[in-house]
């Protein structure tokens, strides 16, 4: 029935309905604002303009960056009707998350049309992109309760982070690894929740700091057995728990430690093919260990960051078949010097080391060493010009050194700042794109890997000015242009063409990993974040934004992934607080190129506008509350992957408690 409802809303109407689906959001985030009334807040501006590490590894304020930078506090989460760290990330502006499962299932991320594996996901400053393939980026192993804030930084940043940067970085920052946070403080809430398919949900967090330490944990599980797909349900089992720790020996001197479990069981069903044999499953389980020495005196800072990721996927495409079981490790260290020299010039300064390694009865063992030292400077010419050169050369496995330069600017004059920027990013192939059905005994057809490509490479060109309205208001837009050259992408080749013969079929035709296209992107980007506190009992927080991308590849039929962004994005995300009320909206409203795959009845539609809504109401001084929410409201038939339907309109409710 579902499908049958999806082709009919196919029709010249439903791309009508969105768009006033997606006005009318627009004006209920207006209304709130409204309702407050017009007071300028106080001591505001720290809201739009904080203090980020993001841009530079130095802090400093987000207007003196040079760089569009967006940033969520971890308070806000808990507001919002999102279930899981990634499916935030959808309704952060410029930020295309296509879900292909709800609650954490699985989530393929995109900046500025950048393909799934062309965002880096950094935790407390060490990247967690794992080495077997982008797809798994959204598995963010951390408590929502833990986070302190997320920083978005969009554009070029390789010669800062390396592989993967290139359309932007998204860098979580927790509580316990915050040094910054000097005042006493503890923090205690849970919430549990339950609704239709079988949804149970709950989660759990706490955290406390004084002089000497900063400790914080979290945990959170979304179960449910899924509504009905075309060959099972969309279940999901997924829970991830984290802890961190910190202690400050002295003034000078801190240790830092983390660690994370997490855990995602799914119906995977046409997440990678569009076969009707394709009923997949899939079980990632994953550890994070980390730890950071940091020693600070005066103008200098030392950071000696070590982590090592392990990640376990077992998948199998149906009941019938053999499951590909593989295991990948990152192991990371880096070390980084930040020198203060006046006021007006500062430096970074590291090196970083990274060995990947992936045990697989499909990709077969392999290993594989990065180094790269980076330096950036950060030079301020009197009070409203900054410039800032960036160099890094990374070294991957055995292929010759990449340089990777970058320069910012940025000029900020009252409440006005001109930013520019221009540089390389680059993208090493992941195990999958080298190592792909290469330890199978006989491979009929699908994707073959190809241990010789070469790292994707683009130079970016940015310009955009930041508008500080009063205290409570920011405004962002920006122009960009990414020029990319040896895109990897899956080509159709016959088996006398193919490298590698050794377990091939003679006569048949497989996807072989090449490095071939070239695609320029352009785009237009604009955000806005609005901020009120009109007293103790009622505020609106506002971060919405568009962006507007056209992408030309020279391949003549360029695969799904490397054109797969939203032509148009406009998210947005509201929370108003009234006393005990709280309301928080989330909406998406996107254009993307259609698609259609007769075979499983799947289509993918020009457009779609989604809203979900929570409406929370507080006890005893907000310590109790009970929540009702509603995901996407308007029950609209929609999907990010041809095949991998989304849920309609889905009712919950739940209770929360915060004990401090």
Same mark, same amino acid.
């Not at 579902?2 to 009508?16: S, W």
């Not at 880096?120 to 929502?144: A, C, E, K, Q």
């Not at 809430?189 to 609704?195: H, I, P, Q, R, W």
């Given at each position: ?49 904080? +203090?980020?590490?993001?841009? =530079?590894?130095?802090?400093?304020? #987000?207007?003196?960056? *040079?760089?569009? &930078?967006? @940033? $969520? ?78 920083? +978005?930084?969009?554009?070029? =940043?390789?010669?800062?982070?390396? #592989?993967?940067?290139? *359309?932007?970085? &998204?860098? @979580? $920052? ?487």
């Amino acid at each position: 029935m579902k499908k049958k409802k999806m082709r009919k809303e196919m029709k010249p109407k439903r791309a009508a309905d969105a768009k006033r689906g997606f006005i009318l959001f627009l004006t209920a985030g207006i209304t709130l604002i409204i309702l407050g009334g017009t007071k300028r807040a106080q001591a505001q501006d720290t809201l739009l303009d904080p +203090v980020t590490v993001t841009s =530079s590894v130095i802090e400093k304020r #987000s207007s003196e960056t *040079g760089r569009n &930078i967006t @940033i $969520i506090s971890g308070a806000a989460i808990a507001q919002l009707p999102v279930h899981s760290v990634d499916e935030l990330l959808k309704y952060i502006p410029g930020v295309e998350a296509q879900m292909r499962g709800p609650q954490g299932a699985q989530t393929d991320i995109s900046i500025r049309g950048g393909t799934f594996q062309q965002v880096l996901v950094i935790l407390d400053g060490l990247r967690l992109n794992d080495p077997n393939t982008g797809h798994f980026t959204g598995y963010i192993p951390i408590s929502p309760a833990e986070i302190d804030r997320i920083e +978005v930084l969009k554009g070029a =940043s390789s010669a800062v982070y390396g #592989s993967d940067a290139v *359309g932007g970085v &998204i860098n @979580i $920052i927790t509580k316990a690894f915050n040094k910054n946070k000097q005042a006493r403080q503890k923090q205690a809430a849970a919430m549990v929740s339950a609704g239709e398919y079988g949804l149970l949900n709950a989660s759990a967090g706490g955290f406390y700091q004084n002089e000497k330490i900063n400790v914080g944990a979290g945990f959170l599980t979304n179960n449910a057995s899924g509504v009905q797909q075309r060959g099972i349900r969309g279940y999901f089992h997924n829970t991830a728990a984290s802890a961190g720790l910190m202690v400050k020996f002295n003034p000078y001197w801190n240790l830092a430690l983390r660690t994370a479990y997490d855990n995602r069981d799914f119906s995977a069903q046409n997440f990678y093919t569009t076969y009707a044999s394709d009923t997949a499953s899939e079980t990632i389980r994953s550890w994070w260990n980390q730890a950071r020495l940091q020693y600070q005196k005066g103008t200098t800072q030392v950071s000696i960051d070590a982590g090592y990721k392990s990640m376990e996927d077992r998948y199998a495409f149906n009941p019938s078949s053999i499951a590909n079981n593989n295991r990948s490790h990152l192991l990371q260290a880096q070390a980084v010097l930040q020198q203060q020299f006046s006021e007006q010039t500062s430096l970074v300064a590291g090196f970083n080391f990274q060995n990947r390694d992936i045990r697989s009865n499909d990709r077969g063992n392999h290993d594989l060493n990065t180094m790269a030292p980076f330096v950036s400077v950060i030079q301020k010419f009197g009070p409203h010009f900054m410039i800032n050169p960036s160099l890094r050369m990374e070294v991957y496995g055995t292929l010759p050194a990449e340089w990777v330069p970058q320069l910012t600017a940025s000029y900020k004059t009252g409440n006005i700042q001109l930013r520019a920027s221009g540089g390389k990013t680059i993208r090493n192939a992941d195990f999958t794109e080298l190592y792909n059905n290469y330890n199978k005994a006989t491979v009929k057809s699908g994707s073959v890997g190809n241990p010789d490509l070469a790292a994707e490479q683009s130079w970016t060109y940015e310009a955009g000015l930041d508008w500080f309205c009063r205290s409570n208001l920011k405004l962002s837009t920006g122009f960009f242009q990414r020029f990319h050259s040896q895109l990897i992408d899956w080509v159709n080749t016959p088996y006398a063409d193919m490298p590698r013969k050794d377990n091939l079929v003679a006569g048949s035709n497989y996807a072989l990993a090449k490095n071939v296209a070239e695609v320029t992107t352009t785009g237009w980007e604009t955000d806005a974040a609005y901020t009120q506190h009109f007293n103790s009992r009622q505020s609106v927080m506002l971060n919405g934004g568009f962006i507007w991308l056209y992408s030309k590849s020279s391949e003549p039929n360029p695969s799904f992934y490397i054109l797969s962004h939203a032509r148009f994005l406009a998210n947005a995300s509201v929370t108003y607080r009234q006393g005990p009320v709280s309301l928080g909206l989330t909406g998406i409203y996107k254009t993307r190129n259609p698609q259609t795959a007769p075979g499983i009845n799947a289509v993918i539609t020009k457009d779609y506008f989604l809203l979900n809504g929570k409406l929370s109401y507080g006890f005893l001084k907000n310590k109790l509350g009970i929540f009702v929410q509603v995901d996407n409201i308007f029950d609209r038939q929609y999907s990010d992957l041809l095949g991998a339907p989304m849920p309609g309109r889905w009712v919950q409710g739940g209770l929360s408690c915060n004990l401090f």
